[in-house]
Structure formats: structure tokens, C-alpha cells
């Protein structure tokens, strides 16, 4: 099945560690998005790819970085984590950025939640 | 900018009870609105998509519907099943300042427990 996958499910990283999550599509969609979700709160969008065109929300930190080396791969990396990172971390994909249909529409991986010590 | 509230946060219901779940946005220009189911420490599922034109759309047992003019959504959830426990989320796209970029904004969602 097409689907969004995210590795790891769980990370733990220390204050201060450089960490990278990982996310990979089968569905050849060409947007790929990073949100943060942080406990009941709704998902904030840090930034999205169009094709290989990067898109930073104003308000996401220097501290997160992402890169796209192919349509397939999305990366999000946080180059000194804080406590305050500590989050479910959601990686989707659309076709288009404003899709039409639901099997154009966003999908989501399955999340990593980021535990920070 | 567009903000996508959802009240209650918290609802709880008997199995098999007929409910709605309300969601309002302030700006009514938006492209669609998404309808996420999210169960506890997974990701989300979409669940329904309706674009801006249209009115409702069905899936089984639920039913979103989409008024634009007064920035409202409804999911109807009929015959409700204790495997309908989660947090269900809104999400509008709109646009994005004066180009074609445009953004999906989420509410923080309603977490249904439906008691056996």
C-alpha cells in the first residue's frame, strides 16, 4: 500500500545532540510537510517542500533544519535540541498543495515522538 | 489569519448514540476542509475532504459537512462504537498572503470516548 513512513517511532536525544527524523513516501506526491504537535495542541507546520522548492514557516526556529534529496525522502534535523523541542513530530504529503481529493490530500506518517533529556 | 477553533475539547457519549462534532474558522476563503482522526501517540488519518464547493461528503458512517459563508464544519458520527474513541481534527487550507501559496491550519481537536 502507498503510504508515509517514519523512522523512528520514538527518539530519545540528549540537550543539546544534533538529532535527524526521517521520513520516506510511496505515494509520488510531490509537497512534503514537517509539523510539530506538542500534547493537545493542534499540529503547527515548521515547513514544507514543493518539488525541491523549500518553504519556512516565519515563525519556525534556526534550530530546525530540513532537507528533500529526492522526491522520496524528507529529512528534518535539529541541530541542538532543547527541552522545549520535545514533541510528535508529523511528516505528510499531498499532491499539489491544494489538494482536490482525499487520495491527493494530506497524508500522514505515523509520527516520531521526541523525547529530550 | 485563519483560526480553527473546536469546542468541546472533550466529549463523551454511550455506544451507539448519533453525535456531531462542531468546527468554526474565521476566514471563510479556503480552498477545502479536512477532516483527521488521531488515535493516542499515532499520527493522523484523513478521514473525509470536502472542497470549498461543495456541501458534504460521506464515508460509512460519517458525514462532514461544510458551511463556507458562516465558517462552520460538522462531522456526523452515526450509530457511534467504542472503536470511535480519538481526537478528531479540522483542518482548512487557505490561502497564504497574496500569491498561490496557501496553508492547512488545524484545530486542536475533540478526543470522543465512547462508552461501552
Known amino acids: 500500500d502507498a503510504m508515509v513512513i517514519q523512522n523512528p517511532r520514538y527518539q530519545v536525544t540528549q540537550f543539546g545532540k544534533p538529532v535527524t527524523l526521517s521520513c520516506s513516501q510511496t505515494l509520488n506526491h510531490n509537497v512534503m510537510y514537517w509539523y510539530q504537535q506538542k500534547s493537545s495542541q493542534a499540529p503547527k507546520l515548521l515547513f514544507h517542500?514543493?518539488?525541491?522548492?523549500?518553504?519556512n514557516e516565519a515563525d519556525t526556529p534556526d534550530n530546525f533544519q530540513s532537507r528533500r534529496p529526492n522526491t522520496s525522502f524528507c529529512f528534518l534535523d535539529i541541530r541542538s535540541p532543547g527541552l522545549g523541542d520535545a514533541a510528535m513530530y508529523l511528516c505528510?504529503?499531498?499532491?499539489?498543495?491544494?489538494?482536490?481529493?482525499?487520495?491527493?490530500?494530506?497524508?500522514f506518517g505515523s509520527g516520531t515522538r521526541l523525547t529530550v533529556v | 489569519k485563519q483560526e480553527v477553533t473546536q469546542i468541546p475539547a472533550a466529549l463523551s457519549v454511550p455506544e451507539g448514540e448519533n453525535l456531531v462534532l462542531n468546527c468554526s474558522f474565521t476566514d471563510s476563503a479556503i480552498y477545502n476542509l479536512q477532516w483527521f482522526r488521531q488515535d493516542p501517540g499515532k499520527g493522523l488519518t484523513s478521514l473525509l475532504l470536502?472542497?470549498?464547493?461543495?456541501r458534504e461528503q460521506t464515508s460509512g458512517r460519517l458525514n462532514a459537512s461544510l458551511d463556507k459563508s458562516s465558517g462552520r464544519s460538522t462531522l456526523y458520527i452515526a450509530a457511534s462504537q467504542p472503536g470511535d474513541s480519538a481526537t478528531y481534527l479540522c483542518a482548512v487550507r487557505s490561502r497564504v498572503g497574496g500569491g498561490a501559496n496557501s496553508k492547512l491550519t488545524f484545530g486542536k481537536g475533540i478526543t470522543l470516548s465512547v462508552r461501552p
Open positions: 505528510a504529503t499531498s499532491r499539489g498543495r491544494t489538494p482536490r481529493t482525499a487520495t491527493d490530500g494530506y497524508t
Open positions: 470536502i472542497q470549498s464547493s461543495q
Open positions: 517542500y514543493y518539488d525541491k522548492d523549500f518553504n
